[in-house]
């Protein structure tokens, strides 16, 4: 039994869909989207519930323990919350909001399910961000969070690497709800895309594609690692190209 966070739109939904054959557990706040989508795929149990919360996140775990008699093999640290915000503005709460949907959920999920994923040998695939290997003007406290992702998954890659691989990913710029507001400006769209040499926003299954592979015996060497999905973008320096 897989268990996916953030399940019910973007990257999550990708990953849902994908991985539904193999048994998978997913939440998110989106109760009706997540009952539609467990619907229309037998092999997926949808659990409403907030990811920072530590009561829920037991009570999802608890339900994929007992589908999977026990076992976990994988789990996929999927929800995330982005927030641009002039950092001298930026409160407290902006910073507990952001850190717990972000950062916290991840660890409560992955301390949760560790001894199911012990027994099952799983694997574990955080969803970071490229904002997180490099600072962004305006997303100090989002870039903060995701650091703290990948720092989380390398560590837990030392700790239990005879038993449980762990990885991260570090999506770039995907076509999610995230990126509602740039998709909707023809023009703020073109020079986002100049910017990737692949010359697009990338799909929530391309990521999936990547997470799907993480999480099987084919990347049964793979661990520590932070893998980047972003067409190219973070590369290096780009030569400015006029539309």
Known sequence: MIIVTGGTHGIGRACVERLSPQGVVFT??????GEALAAAHPGAHFV????????????????ALALGEGRLSGLVNNAGLG?????????????????GVNARSAFLFTRNALAGLRAGRGSVVNVASVAGRAGEEGLAVYCASKAAVIAMTQSLALEFGDEVRFNAICPGQIATRMMAGIMADEMRLRQLELRIPAGRLGEPGEVADVIEWLLSDKASYVNGAVLTVDGGETAGLRTPRMP
């Open 28 to 33: 998110g706040r989106d109760r009706e989207a």
């Open 48 to 63: 409403a519930g907030d990811v920072a919360s530590e009561a829920d996140c037991r009570h999802v775990v608890e339900a």
């Open 83 to 99: 927030r641009r915000m002039e950092f001298a503005t930026a409160t407290a709460e902006d910073w507990d909001v952001v850190m």
